[in-house]
């Protein structure tokens, strides 16, 4: 099993080195250390482990990448339907990692995807008590961010439907109808 290389850390420091060099105009997940992650919360708790975990996924052999994003999975969206205030934030690293082509789950983030802009679960809860929209901490605010996160980005199914893979075709077209996108 490989773990993160040691270039790969959490600021992203890999891909400034690689523009210094010319040798990539952009290096997957270099926007990681932009956001604020030790002031975020998943479902652990504070969101800081999120960054090492889209590492892995990017960097990992197979078990690695898929044990990573069983993690992920459960911190930003879990049981399939429970979205935190990380998950809208790492939803563009997410579209970013489906994308890549030496990523070996893509399939699997795929779903995560349509998972994450399926949910209700807060706005259902929030439709019985109004009362939760009240609360500082929001998380019907949450699950709609994160939906919209999904939303903002799907553009890149333009290129996924491209794919010859066919588990990464059908979640693609999975994807496309939980976003109201008619697949090609």
């Given at each position: 099993?490989?773990?993160?290389?040691?270039?790969?850390?959490?600021?992203?420091?890999?891909?400034?080195?690689?523009?210094?060099?010319?040798?990539?105009?952009?290096?997957?997940?270099?926007?990681?250390?932009?956001?604020?992650?030790?002031?975020?919360?998943?479902?652990?708790?504070?969101?800081?482990?999120?960054?090492?975990?889209?590492?892995?996924?990017?960097?990992?052999?197979?078990?690695?990448?898929?044990?990573?994003?069983?993690?992920?999975?459960?911190?930003?969206?879990?049981?399939?339907?429970?979205?935190?205030?990380?998950?809208?934030?790492?939803?563009?690293?997410?579209?970013?990692?489906?994308?890549?082509?030496?990523?070996?789950?893509?399939?699997?983030?795929?779903?995560?995807?349509?998972?994450?802009?399926?949910?209700?679960?807060?706005?259902?809860?929030?439709?019985?008590?109004?009362?939760?929209?009240?609360?500082?901490?929001?998380?019907?605010?949450?699950?709609?961010?994160?939906?919209?996160?999904?939303?903002?980005?799907?553009?890149?199914?333009?290129?996924?439907?491209s794919e010859d893979d066919t588990e990464?075709?059908?979640?693609?077209?999975?994807?496309?109808?939980?976003?109201?996108?008619?697949?090609?």
């Amino acid at each position: 099993m490989h773990s993160v290389p040691p270039q790969q850390p959490r600021t992203g420091q890999r891909g400034h080195e690689l523009a210094r060099t010319g040798a990539a105009s952009s290096t997957p997940l270099t926007a990681m250390g932009r956001i604020s992650w030790s002031e975020m919360r998943d479902s652990t708790g504070c969101a800081t482990a999120i960054p090492l975990l889209l590492s892995s996924v990017a960097w990992g052999d197979a078990e690695t990448a898929a044990t990573a994003l069983k993690e992920l999975r459960e911190r930003v969206c879990q049981y399939g339907f429970v979205v935190e205030q990380a998950t809208a934030a790492t939803v563009p690293f997410l579209w970013e990692l489906a994308q890549l082509p030496q990523v070996t789950c893509r399939a699997s983030i795929l779903q995560l995807l349509k998972n994450i802009a399926d949910t209700r679960q807060w706005e259902s809860i929030a439709d019985a008590y109004p009362k939760l929209l009240n609360h500082r901490e929001n998380p019907a605010v949450w699950e709609r961010a994160a939906r919209e996160a999904v939303h903002a980005h799907q553009d890149a199914l333009d290129v996924l439907e491209s794919e010859d893979d066919t588990e990464i075709a059908h979640a693609t077209t999975e994807l496309a109808r939980t976003l109201g996108r008619q697949p090609c």
